[in-house]
C-alpha cells in the first residue's frame, strides 16, 4: 500500500535537494509548474507566506508572522514546535521583484546566515535555488550539530529521541 | 538515518549530564587537546579527566589516540552522524514546505486563469 502511495505522487510533485556547498554553505534547490511571479508572490505576500512556510506536516503551528517584504523591511516570525516556541527574526538586504531575495536570519546572534533566493524561469517553469551563508564554518555546524553548543542542543535532541522511545515501547 | 539504540542513549545522556563533560566537548568543538592539556584547563587531575574522557568516549562523543606518551582527543564519530542527521531533517522540513507551497501556487494560477476568462468576457 505505502508503495502504491508514492508512485501516485511522485508524478506531480518535484524533487527537494540540499547540500552543503561549502564550509560556509547550504544551498537547497526545487523546480515548481508556475511562473516565476507566481512563485514570487508567494513568497513575498505574507498573507501567502502564512499559508506554507510553517507544515501542518510537521507539526508546527503558527503564532505570529510580521513581514515588511521590501528592501530595509524588516520580518519576524514565532512558531511552536511541540513545547518549544520559536522565532526567528531579520531584515531584508534585496526585494527585486520575480528574480531574487535576500534577507539576514539575525535570531542566532554572531550566527547570523543571509539567505538568498533566486527564481529562475524556463517555459512556464520555475527553477528556485536558496543559498544559506554562514559567517564561517563554525556558525554552520553550530547551527546544525550544536558544536559550539553542544550542550543545550544535544540535550533538547537526546530529550526528543527519548520521548520517542519512551512512547514507541 | 542514523540510528539510536536505548544503549547508546543511555551512555550520550549520563555523559552530557556533567558540566565539565560538556565543557570538554566545548572545548573540542575548537580543538583537539591532550588529557593533560584538558586536566588543566579544567583544573583536575589527571586521573580526574581521565574518567571523564573515558565517559564521553564510551557515548561515541569523543575518540582518542596515544601517540608515543600523549593521548589525544577529538570529538567523536557521533559529531558526524549528528551533522548527517541535521541535513536529513532540514530537508525534510523544505520538502513539506515545498510540498505546501505548491498548494499556495496552484491556487494562485487557478485564480489568474478565472479572472483572465472574466476579463476576456
Known amino acids: ?169 | 538515518m542514523v540510528q539510536y539504540t536505548s544503549a547508546s542513549l543511555d551512555a550520550s545522556f549520563a555523559a552530557l549530564s556533567d558540566a565539565t563533560r560538556r565543557g570538554v566537548l566545548e572545548q573540542l568543538g575548537r580543538a583537539d587537546a591532550s588529557i593533560t592539556d584538558l586536566a588543566e584547563k579544567f583544573h583536575m587531575t589527571l586521573t580526574g579527566m581521565k574518567k571523564h574522557v573515558g565517559v564521553l568516549e564510551q557515548a561515541g562523543l569523543v575518540a582518542t589516540e596515544k601517540v608515543g606518551r600523549v593521548r589525544t582527543c577529538t570529538l567523536g564519530a557521533r559529531r558526524l552522524e549528528e551533522a548527517a542527521a541535521w541535513i536529513e531533517r532540514y530537508h525534510h522540513l523544505w520538502s513539506a514546505r515545498f510540498e505546501e507551497l505548491d498548494t499556495v501556487i496552484e491556487e494562485l494560477k487557478r485564480k489568474e486563469k478565472a479572472d483572465g476568462r472574466k476579463k476576456r468576457n
Not at chain 1, 67 to 80: C, E, N, S
Not at chain 1, 113 to 136: A, C, I, N, Q
Request: proline share 4%.
Open chain 1, 1 to 169: 500500500m505505502v508503495e502504491k502511495r508514492e508512485i501516485e505522487s511522485t508524478p506531480t510533485k518535484n524533487r527537494t535537494t540540499v547540500e552543503r556547498t561549502s564550509e560556509r554553505e547550504l544551498v537547497v534547490t526545487r523546480t515548481f509548474n508556475a511562473p516565476a511571479r507566481l512563485v514570487f508572490e508567494a513568497w513575498t505576500r505574507p498573507e501567502l507566506l502564512k499559508q506554507w512556510w510553517v507544515p501542518k506536516s510537521m507539526g508546527m503551528s503558527l503564532l505570529s508572522l510580521d513581514a515588511d517584504v521590501r528592501t530595509g523591511g524588516r520580518y519576524r516570525l514565532v512558531f511552536r514546535h511541540e513545547d518549544s516556541t520559536m522565532e526567528f527574526f531579520g531584515k531584508y538586504l534585496e526585494v527585486t521583484p520575480h528574480s531574487r531575495l535576500v534577507w539576514t536570519n539575525e535570531e542566532s546572534g554572531d550566527n547570523a546566515s543571509v539567505t538568498t533566493v533566486t527564481f529562475e524561469e524556463t517555459d512556464g517553469k520555475t527553477l528556485l535555488v536558496m543559498r544559506e551563508l554562514y559567517p564561517s564554518k563554525e556558525a554552520l555546524d553550530a547551527a546544525g550539530t550544536g558544536a559550539a553548543d553542544a550542550t543545550v542542543e544535544t540535550f533538547a535532541q537526546l530529550d526528543e529521541l527519548l520521548v520517542t522511545m519512551g512512547a514507541r515501547s
